[in-house]
């Protein structure tokens, strides 16, 4: 069965970065691409942007374009996610998910979230 | 930027039909998708490309879609249907970069 399983939670001081990890397996890892989606406490899902773990292409929100970088590694079947100056804002639960089919299809199976917490 | 435009709660009473909307610009030329989440959980795809149901979802969920503005419904709501809704699509102008709603909080009781 298809599993995402995330890194570990994260503590950082704004002006930071933090890179998340995600190790897909039960699947095809190249045929689906790879969403990331955040969620700030009580606060709605975010899309942030997705990568087609096939050929590397990427899509990023306008709101994180420039600050955030996803990234994949095939061998690995894992993709990662790092943001960039970090602030107290982006305390947040950061999910992967696995799209519903080829690339473009919206996320579908997601893994457990890493909670990431921007404080000084 | 991109918006999708959800009412922030609704109420039903068990056995009821909740109907939940999200409107936005760009509907008419994409899919709209719905997501169910319940506290502390990760998000369950309950509606893909306007009206179809993944396996597994109860058949009590539907959904429609006309003009700028696509609906979920539940009929027969139960008290387990209880959790936020969440529609989803892509922006046709931007190259479909997806967005999510800001999401609806179903209370059934």
């Known amino acids: 069965q298809v599993q995402l399983v995330q890194s570990g939670a994260e503590v950082k001081k704004p002006g930071a970065s933090v890179k998340v990890s995600c190790k897909a397996s039960g699947y095809t890892f190249t045929t689906y691409a790879m969403h990331w989606v955040r969620q700030a406490p009580g606060q709605r899902l975010e899309w942030m942007g997705w990568?087609?773990?096939?050929?590397?292409?990427?899509k990023y929100s306008r709101k994180f374009q420039g600050r955030v970088t996803i990234t994949r590694d095939k061998s690995a079947t894992t993709a990662h996610m790092e943001l960039n100056s970090l602030r107290s804002e982006d305390t947040a639960v950061y999910y992967c998910?696995?799209?519903?089919?080829?690339?473009?299809?919206?996320?579908?199976?997601w893994g457990q979230g890493t909670l990431v917490t921007v404080s000084s | 930027s991109y918006e999708l435009t959800q009412p922030s709660s609704v109420s039903v009473s068990p056995g009821q039909t909740a109907r939940i909307t999200c409107s936005g610009d760009?509907?008419?030329?994409?899919?709209t998708y719905w997501y169910q989440q319940k506290s502390g959980q990760a998000p369950v795809l309950v509606i893909y490309?306007?009206?179809k149901r993944p396996s597994g979802i109860p058949e009590r969920f539907s959904g429609s879609s006309s003009g700028t503005m696509a609906t979920l419904t539940i009929s027969g709501a139960q008290v387990e249907d209880e959790a936020h809704y969440y529609c989803y699509s892509t922006d046709s102008s931007d190259n479909h970069r997806g967005v999510f709603g800001g999401g609806t909080r179903l209370t059934v009781l």
């Open positions: 990568i087609d773990t096939g050929n590397g292409n990427t």
């Open positions: 760009a509907l008419p030329r994409t899919y």
């Open positions: 490309e306007d009206n």
């Open positions: 998910a696995r799209s519903f089919y080829g690339s473009g299809s919206p996320p579908y199976s």
